[in-house]
């Protein structure tokens, strides 16, 4: 394992916040919104789609699901609302040692970026109910890096929007399959799975994991050993 990372590309729901089921409870009022009844064949269907496509951009589920354009927007704004009230409601945790993680890995000289696959403003949020505005580096969603995952751009904007010199500097941290393609794709030596979300150990070494943790907090002591 390298020993120069100094850039360290984090997850943020099921990797240093607790999901607790919101993205599906939220999806539920989305499905809704566009008719599709709880319990139906059709709602069981895209239900294990979301379940598969954890960590992608939301947008880019609702519009494999969906289908044209409009109803795909209206799904997303069903969801990012439902999430909104969710969060709003106090259901919303850091994972145990998330936040301490952030801030050894910074103390140790390393910049952090927090990424997601919601929008900003949903981000914004999620941030603004942990007071976590200001803890990492840079906070980074799809819309400011171009393609969200499995694509490799999160990770390749975080680089240059910190001036990194080279991929070969970054470690990078999630619960899915899909943060696990976003790292290897980006070039990144380090791609830690972590056990606290979506993806258990062989989904994430399937994708290309070259570590699995049982959670964040045992980041900082990988990358320092």
Known sequence: MSTDIRLVVLDMAGTTV???????????AAARTLGVEDGSPEHAGMLAHVRATMGESKISVFRHL????????????????????????GHCAALPGAEEAVRELRAAGRTVVLTTGFSRATQDRILDALGWQGLADLTLCPAEAGRGRPFPDLVLTALLRTGTESVRQIAVAGDTGYDMLTGTRSGAPVVAGVLTGAHGEERLRADGATHVLASVAELPGLLAG
């Open 18 to 28: 607790a999901d607790d089921g919101l993205v599906e409870q939220a999806f539920h």
């Open 66 to 89: 969906f289908g044209d354009e409009d109803h795909a927007q209206r799904a997303n704004r069903a969801f990012e609302q439902a999430y909104h009230d969710l969060v709003d409601a």
